[in-house]
C-alpha cells in the first residue's frame, strides 16, 4: 500500500485531469451561448449603424470560439490513457494535461479580450445601446463563472478583460453615477473572482474524494454517498432560493412547464409586497431579508399542498397549482393571502407592508402568455391600491392587446404619418386672449380607435421608439412655430410635453437645441412641460434643464399639486412656470378645499415668480372662480378645446385683428 506522501502528487495528476475533462465540457457547452450572445451583438451593433465595427468584431469573437472548440476536441494524451497509477500516467499524462490546461487560459484569455473591444460598439457605454451591452457583458461573465467551476484560471482569464474594460469605459465617461458603476463592475469582478476560486476549490475537493474512493475499495461506499449527497445540494440550489427555501424562477418554469404539458386546468398568481422599499430603506437589508424569509413562510402555511410556491426575485413570489385539486377558488386564496401577509410583523410597524395579487386561470398557449396575463392583473391590482387582488378578465385581455397592438404599430404609424399634434390654447386671466399654445400628440389606432397619451407614450417605450417619438412632436411643434412666424405672432409660444422616460434616457437638450439651430427658430418660441415625477430623480436630468434653460426655453412643471416636487426641486428644475393639475381644478366652485389649495399655489407663484396655469377649467362657474382668485392664465375645455393645426391657425386668424392681446403671448396678464 502507497504512503500518503508518495499518493499525493498521484492524485493530484488525478485531479488536474479531471479538471481538464471538466472544462472542456463545460467549454463546449459555453461556446453556444458565447456564439449567439455575440450575434446579437452584431445585430444590435448593425441596427445602430455600426455594421462594420460589429462585423470585425464578431468575426474576431466567431474566430476565437473555433479556436478554443479545436483545443476542446484535440486528443490528449493525459485523457486518453487509462488511469491506473502507473509511472506511464505519471511521466506523459501529467505533462500534457497541463500543457492543455494551459492552452484552454490562454484561449480564454483572448476570448476574454476580443469582449474587452465591445465598447467599441456603443461609444464606450455611451449610446443608447449601452444596457443591452452591459447586460451581455454581465450575463456572458457571469456564465462563465457558472460554468468554469473546474478550473478557476480559466473563467478568471475570460472575465477579467471585458470587465476592466466595462470599468475603465465607465470612469472615461466620468459622472457620479458612472463612477459608482465602475466601481460596482470592479466588485462584481473581485466577487467573480472569488466565487471561481471558491468553486474551483469544491470541485477538487469532489475529485480528491471521487479518486481516492476509486484508488481505496475500502472508502467506495463513503465516497458513493458524498457524491450523490453533493449532487443532491447541487439541484437543490438550481432549483430553490437560498433565502427563502421556496422554488427559484428557474425551479417554479420547470414546475410550471410540467403542469401545462400535463393538459390540466392551471391557475398562476404573481404576488408582490407593497412597501417592502420603505422597509428595506427604514429598517435596514437585514430585516428585510427576515420578512421575506416570514412572508415565504406564511405563504407556504398558506396555501394547499398542491400548490407550488416560489420567490421569483426581491419581492416578488408565485404560486401555480391545479385547479381541480384545489377547492378553494383563487379569489378566495388570494384573498386569504393578503390577509396573511398583512398580520403583524414583530420587527416593524406592520401598516408598512401589504401585497398584491394578480391572477391568470385561463387557457394559455405557454407560460409566457400565462405569466403575461398574470402580470397584467398584477398591475391592474396595484393600480387599485395595496391589499388588492385581480383577475385575468376580458377587459384585461382587451388592455393587453391594445398595449401589444400598439407597440406593434407604432414603427409604422410613425413611418407612415399616422400621428397627429393638435394644439390647445392656454388664455390668460380674461379668459378670451390667447397667451400661447400647448402641443398633445394624438394616434387613431386603426383597430382601436384613439390612443391615450399615456398609452402611447408607454407603447414608444416599449418598442424602442421613445427617441422617435419626441423627434416626430419637436418637428411638428416647431411646424406650428413656423406657421404662427409667418402670420406674424412672433410671441406667441408653443408648449410640449416630455415625459419622465425621454428626459432620462435620451439627450433632450441636444435634440431639442439642434433642432431650433438648424430651423432658425429662437429657444424663447419653445416651452417644455415635465411632470413632477421627473422630479423625483432631479440628479438625472439637472443637467439636461440646465443646458435648455440656459439656452433660453422655458421650463413649465405640470401636473403641479398632486406629485412630490418641492419648493427645492422647483428651483433646481429652473421652473418658470406652474400648472396646477386638473383634479384641483375641476369643481372648484363647489369645493371650498380645492378653493384654498389653489390660491396657496397661487400665493406660492406670486412669491416665486413663478407663472401659474389653471388646468381643466371645464364649467364658466369655475372660470369665474379662477377669475375672482387672480389666476393669471387657464386651460380647459371650457375656453377651448384641443383642435388639428390647420382649425387652431383658422381658430386664431379668426380672432378680432383689432384686440392685439389676443394674438400676443401675455406673460404678464
Not at 449610446?127 to 451591452?133: G, S, V
Not at 430623480?537 to 434643464?545: F, N, R, S
Request: charged share 20%.
Amino acid at each position: 500500500m502507497r504512503s500518503r506522501s508518495s499518493t499525493e502528487p498521484h492524485l493530484d495528476r488525478l485531479i488536474r485531469r479531471d479538471q481538464l475533462d471538466a472544462v472542456r465540457g463545460s467549454v463546449q457547452q459555453a461556446l453556444p451561448v458565447n456564439a449567439l450572445l455575440g450575434l446579437a451583438s452584431f445585430l444590435v451593433a448593425l441596427h445602430s449603424g455600426h455594421g462594420a465595427a460589429g462585423a470585425l468584431w464578431f468575426s474576431a469573437s466567431t474566430l476565437v470560439n473555433g479556436l478554443r472548440f479545436g483545443l476542446c476536441r484535440a486528443r490528449c494524451e493525459g485523457l486518453a490513457i487509462a488511469a491506473d497509477g502507473g509511472t506511464v500516467f505519471g511521466e506523459v499524462a501529467s505533462r500534457s494535461v497541463d500543457r492543455h490546461l494551459r492552452l484552454a487560459c490562454l484561449a480564454a484569455l483572448l476570448s476574454g479580450s476580443v469582449w474587452a473591444f465591445l465598447p467599441i460598439l456603443c461609444g464606450g457605454y455611451t449610446a443608447p445601446q449601452t444596457l443591452f451591452y452591459l447586460t451581455i457583458t454581465c450575463g456572458i461573465t457571469a456564465g462563465a463563472v457558472t460554468h468554469g467551476i473546474a478550473y478557476a484560471r480559466i473563467p478568471i482569464c475570460f472575465i477579467t478583460p471585458p470587465l476592466l474594460s466595462v470599468a475603465g469605459c465607465l470612469l472615461a465617461v466620468g459622472g457620479f453615477d458612472r463612477t459608482c458603476l465602475a466601481a460596482t463592475v470592479l466588485l462584481y469582478l473581485a466577487a467573480l473572482i472569488r466565487s471561481a476560486i471558491a468553486t474551483e476549490r469544491g470541485f477538487r475537493e469532489t475529485s480528491r474524494l471521487k479518486n481516492e474512493a476509486t484508488a481505496l475499495a475500502e472508502a467506495r461506499k463513503a465516497a458513493h454517498a458524498s457524491a450523490s449527497a453533493l449532487a443532491e445540494e447541487m439541484r437543490e440550489r438550481a432549483t430553490h432560493d437560498g433565502l427563502t427555501g421556496l422554488l427559484n424562477r428557474a425551479g417554479f418554469v420547470q414546475r410550471a412547464e410540467e403542469r401545462l404539458a400535463s393538459g390540466a386546468p392551471v391557475c398562476l398568481m404573481l404576488l408582490d409586497l407593497d412597501g417592502f422599499k420603505s422597509v428595506n430603506d427604514v429598517y435596514g437589508h437585514t430585516t428585510g431579508d427576515r420578512v421575506l424569509v416570514e412572508v415565504a413562510r406564511r405563504i407556504r402555511a398558506a396555501v394547499p399542498m398542491e400548490c407550488d410556491a416560489a420567490r421569483l426575485g426581491g419581492d416578488e413570489f408565485a404560486l401555480v397549482y391545479d385547479t381541480t385539486r384545489v377547492i378553494e377558488s383563487p379569489s378566495a386564496l388570494a384573498d386569504r393571502l393578503i390577509r396573511t401577509v398583512a398580520e403583524p410583523f414583530e420587527s416593524f410597524d406592520t401598516r408598512r407592508l401589504g401585497m398584491s395579487i394578480g391572477i391568470c386561470q385561463r387557457p394559455a398557449d405557454s407560460l409566457t402568455h400565462l405569466l403575461s396575463c398574470a402580470d397584467e392583473a398584477l398591475y391592474a391590482a396595484k393600480h387599485s391600491g395595496r391589499n388588492h387582488f385581480r383577475l385575468f378578465d376580458e377587459g384585461l385581455r382587451t388592455r393587453l392587446e391594445v398595449r401589444r397592438d400598439c407597440e406593434r404599430d407604432l414603427s409604422q404609424a410613425l413611418a407612415e404619418g399616422a400621428l397627429e399634434m393638435w394644439f390647445q390654447p392656454i388664455f390668460g386671466r380674461d379668459g378670451c386672449s390667447v397667451a400661447n399654445l400647448e402641443a398633445l400628440v394624438r394616434w387613431r389606432h386603426p383597430v382601436h380607435g384613439w390612443v391615450p397619451p399615456a398609452d402611447l407614450i408607454a407603447a414608444a417605450a416599449m418598442a424602442g421608439l421613445t427617441e422617435s417619438l419626441l423627434r416626430f412632436i419637436l418637428e411638428q411643434t416647431c411646424g406650428m412655430l413656423c406657421a404662427l412666424r409667418d402670420r406674424g405672432l412672433h410671441d406667441l409660444s408653443v408648449a410640449m410635453n416630455v415625459s419622465p422616460r425621454e428626459m432620462a434616457q435620451i439627450a433632450v437638450d441636444e435634440i431639442v437645441l439642434g433642432r431650433l439651430r438648424v430651423l432658425g427658430l429662437p429657444a424663447t418660441a419653445l416651452e417644455i412641460e415635465i411632470t413632477e415625477e421627473t422630479a423625483l430623480d432631479i440628479e438625472a436630468v439637472q443637467g439636461k434643464l440646465l443646458a435648455l434653460s440656459r439656452a433660453g426655453i422655458r421650463m413649465a412643471l405640470d401636473d403641479f399639486g398632486t406629485g412630490y416636487s418641492s419648493l427645492a426641486s422647483l428651483r433646481q428644475l429652473r421652473a418658470g412656470r406652474v400648472k396646477i393639475d386638473r383634479s384641483l381644478v375641476t369643481g372648484l366652485t363647489e369645493a371650498e378645499d380645492k378653493r384654498g389649495l389653489v390660491q396657496a399655489v397661487l400665493g406660492l407663484g406670486r412669491a416665486l415668480g413663478l407663472e401659474v396655469v389653471a388646468e381643466g377649467v371645464e364649467t364658466a362657474d369655475d372660470l369665474a372662480t379662477l377669475q375672482s382668485m387672480g389666476c393669471p392664465f387657464m386651460q380647459g375645455y371650457h375656453l377651448g378645446r384641443p383642435q388639428p393645426a390647420e382649425d387652431i391657425l383658422r381658430f386664431l386668424d379668426a380672432r378680432p385683428g383689432a384686440d392685439v392681446q389676443t394674438r400676443l403671448h401675455l406673460r404678464g396678464a
